[in-house]
């Protein structure tokens, strides 16, 4: 069992950066995939970035290319979202999530972008991104 919590949200004007962290305590950190989720009032909960077991592979959705970046250090048990020129749409609760699916899955990108593929789940962390 893996117990996860976030940290570093916070209040920025847009254009800005932020670094929300992940750590987590439990169990063989580097056996899960982990995933940036998040939730903006009203919206359902979307997907935003995963990283692989090893930190080899890295997805992200479109919104986010070129802005946000994941990373995870296995030795410290984190994984952070660096995100870079903000912009009020990306206002919304930010949760880090790990997913215990095989490596070897065929689609394996595909699955990490599905919330059921998840097995734990932090509390969030609020992010807004002021105008």
């Known amino acids: 069992q893996v117990q996860l919590v976030e940290s570093g949200g916070g209040l920025v004007q847009a254009g800005g950066s932020l670094r929300v962290s992940c750590a987590a305590s439990g169990r063989n950190f580097g056996s899960y995939h982990i995933g940036w989720f998040r939730q903006a009032p009203g919206k359902e909960r979307e997907f935003v970035a995963a990283?692989?077991?090893?930190?080899?592979?890295?997805y992200y959705e479109d919104f986010v290319k070129g802005r946000f970046t994941i990373s995870r250090d296995n030795a410290l048990d984190t994984a952070s979202l660096q995100m870079t020129s903000l912009k009020p749409e990306d206002t919304a609760v930010y949760f880090c999530?790990?997913?215990?699916?095989?490596?070897?899955?065929?689609?394996?990108?595909?699955?990490?972008?599905?919330?059921?593929?998840?097995?734990?789940w932090g509390q969030g962390t609020q992010v807004t991104v002021s105008s």
């Open positions: 999530a790990a997913s215990g699916l095989s490596s070897g899955n065929h689609g394996i990108e595909a699955m990490l972008r599905d919330i059921l593929e998840y097995d734990y």
């Open positions: 990283i692989s077991q090893s930190g080899g592979s890295t």
